[in-house]
């Protein structure tokens, strides 16, 4: 396998440098600020990540001061209480994108956060405890005890609220197809998914970078060279 200092050289050549490099890193990940994040903020994230996919993200975007005000600004408590007719109103409600399955899974969703809460303290504390060298065992748990939050919208999700992780981007995967590794240009099997949380772990002793950091380097070291907003 290609060493992570190559792909890092690599990166920082198509990038203009290492300081160049360093000004597109996301903000280093703190475990601290994740655990104190509220349940409601994250099944907001929840909502947004399951709602952009196969969506227009600029649509949904712009339109979500009113999925706030429609799910009650997230609170897992009031949203689980709510009867029947407040789900089915939601389907006419021109606040958000009536998606039927969609809108369904903000309710399993706020049922899933409530359990990890209560067995853990918070979600936020929960997540700041699992280890970054397991992401495919969270992302399992997310399939399984979530709705739709599997695959990508998992992965999405972990990133936007802090959780140090990777992303199996089309960049990303080509990376690591790149340094050796035997993937599928598509990384959906759990098989594959292994591969890649063994070399990140891998790459992660290696380097002592978050993996966040690593996998945003990855991305930039192959495909094509787009000029990058820090």
Known sequence: MTTFKSIRAR???RKGGPKALDKLM????????????????????????????????????NKWEG???AFLHFEPAKLSFQPEDYWE?????ARIVRNGAKIMSVRENAAFVQA??????????????????????????????GSRLGGNTGQMLLRFIGWDGFVTSK????????AGLDIAEEVKSKGDLAKVQAQFNAWAKESGLPYAHISRICALSVGENRSEKP
Not at 89 to 93: G, N
């Open 89 to 93: 109103d939601l389907l006419r409600d």
């Open 67 to 69: 999925f706030e005000e």
């Open 11 to 13: 990166a920082e050549k």
């Open 116 to 145: 990890i809460a209560k067995e853990h303290g918070s979600f936020g504390r929960f997540l700041a405890k699992w280890p970054s060298s397991d992401e495919v065992g969270l992302l399992d748990l997310l399939t399984k005890r």
């Open 171 to 178: 960049d990303v995967v080509a990376c690591l197809r790149d």
């Open 26 to 61: 996301p903000e280093k990940p703190d475990l601290k600020r994740l655990a104190r994040l509220g349940d409601d903020r994250i099944l907001a994230e929840m909502t947004k990540r399951v709602f952009c996919a196969g969506f227009a993200w600029s649509v949904i975007e």
